[in-house]
């Protein structure tokens, strides 16, 4: 099992930057993919950002805006979000996908654009 805790969430004014921490602990050697979605009031989750070690995928939304990254250890995954916009509000969830196509996923991380 794999056990997954955001961090980095807050309240920002548009224009600005967040930065948010996935930290994984239990199997970590079985993790293949990391990624972050998000899920705004109302709402179905999406996609955000994913990263493997072939690459990363963002979605249109955030595309130039947000960067994913992580650690070569696979214990931590990152997302830099800048130029924040107030349709960026949601709560985010990391998620890890493991060799065996399993998901898992953290509890959230509340992200709030607004002046």
């Known amino acids: 099992q794999v056990q997954l805790v955001e961090s980095g969430g807050g309240l920002v004014q548009p224009g600005g930057s967040l930065r948010l921490s996935c930290a994984a602990s239990?199997?970590?050697?079985?993790?293949?993919?990391m990624g972050w979605y998000r899920q705004a009031s109302g709402k179905e989750r999406e996609l955000v950002a994913t990263i493997t070690s072939a690459g990363t995928n963002y979605a249109d939304s955030v595309k130039g805006r947000f960067t994913i990254s992580r650690d070569n250890a696979k214990t931590t995954v990152y997302l830099q979000m800048n130029s924040l916009k107030p349709e960026d509000t949601a709560v985010y969830y990391c998620n890890t996908e493991t060799y065996g196509r399993v998901n898992y996923w953290g509890k959230g991380t509340l992200v709030t654009v607004s002046s």
């Open positions: 239990g199997s970590i050697f079985s993790i293949n993919a």
